[in-house]
């Protein structure tokens, strides 16, 4: 994306022979389906007169003469260019000195707009970067009413959760459920944590790694383990000494590539179909790409479901999640914490639909070419395989770019925050007397080392997903990872309950297992009506029952 950013302000007529396809015969080849020879064919290329400066002309020489193509020489140069200013940003971040404060909280000190920018990118990773272009062609815009039902949730996070942690100061969320309801809670809400951050962005982290292997380290020779292991080694090296302070501005640097990736791929689909905005709009409608409501009760895509469902992902993936949480809680004050989350609510929303649009743009292409995807194919690859084998290189880089900003944002933030959450809640590094700041550093760097082993050894053994894109299984299971953590924090701020604590694992264990097994059962149980991402609020339901019937009676708690 660098590169195509240089060529279109300083060298135009080089960026428009990059964009125009080969001609056939004279005639400009639009609505083909590029053949191989078409696919490696090197368009011809004239220098600007604008380019006369010496070094910058043999910059455009090499790059654009030399590299017409996605060479391996180039990926692998690309990759270098891009992973050197994730370094550099995070050295510039840890000029003076550092310590746990820093890591954890950054400390305090993280301007609320550079929050709120990152964060759009930490939010959206490689799920939205590669499955929600694709599930357009089989649930059109319906994701949006889902997208609605986050503004609510960032309501409540902003208006109610927001306030509760900066009132007591929390560096670990999840401190305050041992203040509401006592140790066993505490512990609970911690683990289910781990599990749904190290499940999640696994799931992540390997829905971007996937594609690039295939597409571009299985032709080296590299095996999926080795490509995991140095993504995780480089996350592991940056993320390491500065913690949430590095995570903050190096999530903008992600945001930016990503965010620019899908704009500057549409404007290449629609200079390749020689259609503009208008028509490509037109088009997507016409083709009911721009759906936004279903209206069958029965329909996992049912509009309530989706924005309820909506509403509630929000509140626990982003209000009782210590990833993004931490990064809130690195604002100066609740106040600049707020208009963080207000602002990046908001901003999702055309952010989203972008995405969206992209997705109808890249299936219109794919219908003019004749493009269809392979049975072992999903609707995730749609993108990649216009993007790298159809558009050129100038595509072809701005893809590797978005991609590459999306595998670093998918666990960098992670890492952080499980390393958080396990110095704190389980190891209790704040609480002990004697614990020095050079002692807690050590043990701080061990932690984060292991946590990068385990979701290095997650990745490489997951498998294919079957049936569904990834975005769906994900937002699956964080419904059955979640929904306890949704449980125990109502109860908590919503009632004067007080449980007796040690029953509050099994409450936490039964609730996602009743959920699973209703959810497989509905069509049967409940008339064929089918859970799709509402199971996240039955699953909570089940917590509230569950610890309904273990409060203590006649006993209240502070609420």
């Not at 060529?7 to 004279?26: E, F, H, M, Y």
């Not at 295939?214 to 390491?240: A, E, H, K, N, Q």
């Not at 770019?401 to 595998?407: H, K, N």
């Not at 799709?532 to 006649?554: C, P, Q, S």
Request: charged share 15%; aromatic share 14%; glycine share 8%.
């Amino acid at each position: 994306m660098f590169f195509a950013v240089c060529i279109s302000v300083s060298c135009r007529d080089i960026s428009t022979a990059l964009l125009q396809p080969p001609s056939v015969n004279g005639q400009k080849a639009n609505n083909q389906r590029p053949s191989a020879s078409r696919q490696q064919q090197r368009p011809k290329l004239i220098i600007n007169a604008r380019c006369k400066d010496k070094i910058f002309g043999y910059f455009c020489r090499i790059i654009l003469i030399k590299w017409t193509r996605m060479t391996p020489l180039l990926i692998l140069f690309s990759f270098i260019i891009y992973t050197s200013l994730i370094f550099l940003i995070s050295r510039l971040t840890v000029r003076r000195k550092v310590n746990s404060e820093t890591y954890f909280l950054g400390n305090r000190n993280s301007p609320w707009y550079v929050v709120a920018y990152g964060m759009i990118g930490a939010s959206l990773s490689g799920v939205t970067f590669m499955s929600v272009p694709g599930l357009v062609h089989s649930e059109q815009f319906s994701y949006m009413v889902l997208v609605l039902g986050y503004l609510v949730g960032y309501a409540v996070i902003a208006g109610i959760l927001l306030p509760l942690y900066y009132k007591m100061n929390l560096t670990s969320i999840y401190t305050y459920l041992e203040k509401r309801f006592g140790f066993y809670a505490y512990k609970t809400g911690s683990f289910y944590f781990i599990i749904s951050r190290l499940i999640g962005s696994a799931f992540r982290m390997f829905l971007v790694v996937i594609v690039l292997q295939r597409f571009v380290f299985d032709g080296w020779g590299i095996p999926l383990g080795v490509t995991v292991s140095l993504f995780m080694t480089l996350i592991l090296l940056y993320t390491l000494q500065g913690g949430i302070k590095t995570i903050v501005w190096t999530d903008t640097l992600q945001t930016t590539f990503m965010v620019g990736a899908v704009i500057i791929s549409i404007f290449l689909i629609s200079n390749s179909l020689d259609m503009g905005f208008g028509a490509l709009v037109s088009e997507a409608g016409s083709r009911g790409y721009t759906r936004l409501f279903v209206f069958d009760i029965n329909d996992p895509r049912f509009f309530l479901k989706q924005f309820f469902a909506g509403m509630f992902i929000t509140i626990v993936m982003t209000g009782l999640d210590q990833d993004m949480m931490q990064k809130n809680l690195s604002c100066r004050n609740l106040r600049d914490a707020q208009k963080n989350v207000l602002s990046f609510g908001a901003i999702l929303i055309p952010i989203n639909l972008l995405f969206l649009f992209l997705g109808s743009v890249l299936w219109i292409y794919a219908s003019r070419e004749g493009l269809v995807l392979g049975p072992d194919q999903t609707s995730d690859e749609l993108f990649p395989t216009i993007a790298l084998q159809y558009l050129g290189v100038v595509a072809g880089l701005t893809f590797f770019f978005g991609l590459v900003s999306a595998a670093y944002s998918s666990a960098d933030g992670t890492l952080t925050a499980l390393t958080t959450v396990f110095c704190i809640d389980f190891l209790g590094l704040k609480r002990q007397p004697d614990m020095t700041e050079e002692k807690m550093k050590r043990v701080r760097y061990r932690v984060h080392v292991a946590f990068s082993i385990l979701m290095m050894i997650i990745i490489i053994g997951y498998g294919a997903v079957a049936d569904e894109a990834l975005i769906s299984k994900l937002f699956t299971i964080a419904g059955y990872t979640y929904g306890p953590l949704l449980g125990l924090y109502f109860v908590g701020l919503y009632t004067k309950w007080q449980v007796k604590d040690r029953f509050v694992p099994l409450v936490a264990l039964m609730s996602p297992l009743l959920s699973y097994l209703l959810s497989i059962n509905s069509e049967w149980l409940l008339n064929g009506y089918r859970f799709g991402f509402e199971i996240l609020i039955l699953n909570g339901l089940f917590t509230f029952i569950g610890l309904y019937a273990i409060r203590k009676k006649g006993k209240a708690g502070k609420g």
